[in-house]
């Protein structure tokens, strides 16, 4: 099996902690290099499904990245949602962070389609910085059924009265131009609409999560190592006009999911089966027996 390379997904891998060392420690240099290699390969969307937590001793190191991120223009960052903890005081949260620029990644959705999101209580993480200097950002929340697997993704959620689109959707939302969203009641469909027209509907159920089409298990999407893309040993035309993901395969980044076809797979490469199947319209075989397990 070839695997799908319209999407890329660049791989914190072994073999770059091997060469660069724990990714704790990463200098954002590596980071900077990265955006600045693919701003210049021409990529069409570059997905950070990372959280960058604020380095406190280094700030200036923070400015230099979040303006590669800016000069790039094409960057969706990603954040998260979680539940209050008051044994460690951390409460709910009834605005969104201070200073974060939220009404660039918020989208206005029919009221009907409004109420059947699911509610979150805390928006992580509580700094801003790398949020405001991307394009976009979604939420990579993911919400296994009872039995543990992951089948089915939330592609909106509400917080604080505002309705935010996960990573994959804000990616999919960018790459297709859509400019609208509506709601079909009766099918419980989504409209995606461009300003060519409706570019595709995707079935939901009563919360807003659509039916995951996985391609295949782990490495149907084209994965390269992180370290060999920041070593320039991928030319760089190799890129152009695709959407590239950041993530990491790795166990010890705690990113790996039980999905239907095997045990532990990598959060990003979810993210990237979610992208295509929103770009092909891939939802026959929600269609059929199962329809009315959706409504």
Known sequence: EVPIEEIIIIDIDDRSIQKLGS?????????????????NADVSLIGLDVIFDPNLRHRDEDLQLQQAIREAGNVCSAFHFSMPDPDHFRSAMVNEPENLNYQEFIHQLPEELFA?????????????????????????????DPDGVL???PLFLRFNEHSYASFAMQLALKAKGVTDIDFNQRDSELL?????????????????????????GFKSFRYISFYDVLMGFVQAEYFRDKIVLVGSSLPGLFDLRTIPLQPAFPGVEINANVIYQLSHGEYDEQRGAGSEFLR
Do not use: C
């Open 151 to 153: 089948r089915r993704i």
């Open 116 to 144: 059947r999101l699911l509610t979150q209580e805390r928006f992580e993480p509580s700094y801003p910085g790398f949020l405001n200097a991307s394009m976009t950002a979604g939420f990579v929340n993911l919400y296994p």
């Open 23 to 39: 990714y704790f420690h990463w200098p954002r240099e590596h980071w900077i290099k990265l955006i600045k290699y693919l701003d």
């Open 192 to 216: 995606l609409k461009t300003d060519a027209g409706v570019s595709g509907l995707v079935p939901i159920d009563k919360f807003g999560q659509m039916l995951i089409s996985y391609q295949g």
